[in-house]
């Protein structure tokens, strides 16, 4: 199910994907990637405070999970919200283009 949405996430169709993302997450409901990934596809629809949602799920599973804190600034960066701290935590755990470029 997680590759079939990654491949309609990949082909632009982000509401098949979100639905695929629905079903995977219903199988495995501690599946961060799945959760980051439903983020991305909200966010490119300009849902950006599903795409927190979802991210803040993910690092709930994975606290450790880069991608979700950089996805998750991202979105809040788009709302004007504090994103440094998501930013500053993607440098910590090794990923520091955004913080370099953002929050300096």
Do not use: W
Request: with cysteine.
């Amino acid at each position: 199910m997680l590759n079939r949405a990654n491949v309609k996430n990949n082909l632009k169709d982000y509401k098949g994907a979100i639905a695929d993302y629905n079903k995977a997450i219903e199988i495995d409901p501690n599946d961060a990637i799945a959760y980051v990934n439903r983020g991305i596809a909200k966010y490119l629809l300009k849902d950006y405070k599903g795409s927190i949602a979802d991210n803040n799920k993910a690092i709930e599973i994975d606290p450790n999970y880069t991608k979700a804190y950089v996805n998750r600034g991202a979105a809040k960066h788009i709302l004007n919200e504090n994103s440094c701290d998501d930013f500053k935590k993607a440098c910590d755990l090794g990923s520091c283009e955004a913080f370099n470029q953002l929050c300096k």
